[in-house]
C-alpha cells in the first residue's frame, strides 16, 4: 500500500481521452486535486463529469508555450499549488518518411516532446515555491527500444523525451523535485482504436500476455513515480508492456 496522495494537486496533460484519462482517473481514486487538460472541451466535459473524484478542466495546447503557462497557473490556483504534472498529452499519426511532409514531423515533435520541455517550465517556479515535486513523462516503447514503420517522427519524439529526462532530473534535483517515465507498449485507447481492428489484433497477439494493456495500467505505473515510496527514483522509465519487447523472434513467442 502507497502512502495516500489524498489533496495532492495533479495535472494531466491529454487528459480527456486514452492514457491520461487512465492516469487521472487512478490519482482521483486515491482523493487527489487532478485537472485534466486537452484542446477538445467537449471530451474534457465528459470525462469530467465521468470520472469518479475531484476533477477539473483546462483547455491548452501542450505545444504552446503561452497556453502551457496558463494551464499551468490556473490548475495550480484552483488546486492551491502543484505536487505533480504528468505530461502524458501526444499524437501519432502514420506517415512513412517518403510520404512525410516535413509540417507533420514539427507538429509531432512539438506535441510529443517539446510540450514535455514546456510543462517542465511552467511547474517550476511551483515545486521551487514548494521545495519538491514529481514530473511524470508518458515517452513509449516505439523509438526508445523498438521501430514501426510510419512512426519515425513519433520514435524520435519518445526517444527525445528520454534524453530531456537526464538533464531535467539533474536539473530539477534542485527544487527536490523527481521526473521520471513511463514506457508504454501497446494500450488500449481512442488513439491506438483510430488504428484498425486488424493492427489492435495483431498487436495482441505479439504480446506474451496476449492483451492489449489497459490505460489504469500506466495510471498505476504514474501513481508509483508520484508516491512518497518512489522519493529517490529520478531520471529513470519504466516499460509496461505486458512483455511485448521480449521475444527475440516469432518462434519465441510460439513457445510460450
Ligand atoms: P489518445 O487516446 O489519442 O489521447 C490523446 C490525448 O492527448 C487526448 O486527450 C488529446 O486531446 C490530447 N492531445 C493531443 N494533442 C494535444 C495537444 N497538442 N495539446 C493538448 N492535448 C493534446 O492517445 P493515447 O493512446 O492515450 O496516448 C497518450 C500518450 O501515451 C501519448 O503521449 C502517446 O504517445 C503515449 N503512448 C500511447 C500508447 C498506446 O498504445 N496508446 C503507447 C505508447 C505511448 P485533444 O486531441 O482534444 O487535444
Redesign the pocket.
Known sequence: MLTSLKGKSIIV??????????IATVFARQGAKVTI????EE??KTAVSEIEGDVRYEV????DWASVQTMVANAAEAQGGLDVICA?????PQTKIIDMDPEEWDIVL???LK?SFLCVKAAIPHFEKASKGRVIL?????GPITGFPGWSH?GAS?SGQLGFLKTAALELSRYNTTINAV??????????Q?LGQEYLDTMAASIPLKR??D?ED?GNAALFFASEEAAYITGQQIVVDGGQIIPESLEALEEI
Open positions: 496533460t491529454g487528459g480527456s481521452k486514452g492514457i491520461g484519462r487512465g487538460t486537452a484542446r477538445g471530451a474534457l491548452c495546447d501542450v505545444s502524458n498529452a501526444g499524437a501519432f512539438s506535441t510529443n510540450s508518458t515517452s513509449s516503447i516505439t513519433y519518445k514506457m508504454p507498449g501497446n494500450i488500449y485507447t481512442e488513439g491506438l483510430g492489449l494493456g490505460v500506466i
